[in-house]
C-alpha cells in the first residue's frame, strides 16, 4: 500500500510501508510528521498508525540492518562514462551521447542516494562516473578539434591544387 507522508513542511511520495517504516526508523521521518494513504479520512500523525509500528514475527530482516544496494544508475553511469572514453577516438558521434547520459544519470543516482541512504548506496560510484563523463567528453571535444584542423589542412592543400590547374 502506498503511503505519503509530510518532512520539514512538504508533503513526499507515494513511497511503500517498508520504505515508510525505514525512514521512521532512520529518523528522516519523525513519529510526528504527517503521514495519509487510501482508507484514512485525513493525515495523521506517523505515530498515531499502529501499522507503521508492527513488526512482522517470521522471517523477518530489518531493514536497518539490511544493507543498502548500490545504485543501478549509479552503476550505469559509471560504465557509460568508462565507454566514452574509448568511443571518443573511435567513434566520435556516440561518444558525447555516452557522457551526457553518464552525467545525468550520476547526478540523478547521487540525488537518490542522499534522498535513501537507507535504500541506496554507491555515491563514491556515481562521482567516478560523472569525473570519467567528463573526461570523455572532454576528449571528445579535442578529438574532434583535431579532426576539423587535420581536414581544413586537407581543404587548403586541395584548394592550392585546384588554382594551380
Request: hydrophobic letters at 55%; glycine letters at 6%.
Given at each position: 500500500m502506498d503511503w505519503f507522508y509530510t518532512s520539514q513542511g512538504?508533503?513526499?511520495?507515494?513511497?511503500?510501508?517498508?520504505?515508510l517504516k525505514a525512514m521512521l526508523r532512520a529518523g528522516s521521518v519523525l513519529p510526528t510528521d504527517l503521514v495519509w494513504r487510501d482508507g484514512l479520512e485525513d493525515w495523521i500523525p506517523a505515530s498515531e498508525a499502529p501499522e507503521l509500528w508492527q513488526?512482522?514475527?517470521?522471517?523477518?530482516?530489518?531493514?536497518?540492518?539490511?544493507q543498502p544496494r548500490v545504485s543501478g544508475m549509479?552503476?550505469?553511469?559509471?560504465?557509460?562514462?568508462?565507454?566514452?572514453?574509448?568511443?571518443a577516438i573511435m567513434c566520435i558521434c556516440i561518444?558525447?551521447?555516452?557522457?551526457?547520459?553518464?552525467?545525468?544519470?550520476?547526478?540523478?543516482?547521487?540525488?537518490?542516494?542522499r534522498r535513501e541512504p537507507h535504500l541506496y548506496s554507491g555515491s563514491g560510484v556515481a562521482l567516478a562516473g560523472i569525473?570519467?563523463?567528463?573526461?570523455g567528453l572532454a576528449l571528445a571535444v579535442v578529438v574532434l578539434v583535431a579532426?576539423?584542423?587535420?581536414?581544413l589542412?586537407?581543404?587548403?592543400g586541395l584548394f592550392e591544387e585546384i588554382d594551380q590547374m
Open positions: 512538504l508533503q513526499q511520495g507515494p513511497v511503500t510501508e517498508i520504505e513488526q512482522p514475527t517470521e522471517g523477518y530482516i530489518p531493514l536497518d540492518r539490511a549509479a552503476i550505469a553511469s559509471l560504465i557509460m562514462a568508462i565507454l566514452s572514453i574509448p568511443t561518444s558525447p551521447v555516452l557522457s551526457i547520459a553518464a552525467i545525468v544519470l550520476g547526478f540523478v543516482a547521487r540525488a537518490q542516494i569525473i570519467f563523463a567528463f573526461i579532426f576539423i584542423a587535420l581536414d589542412g586537407n581543404l587548403e
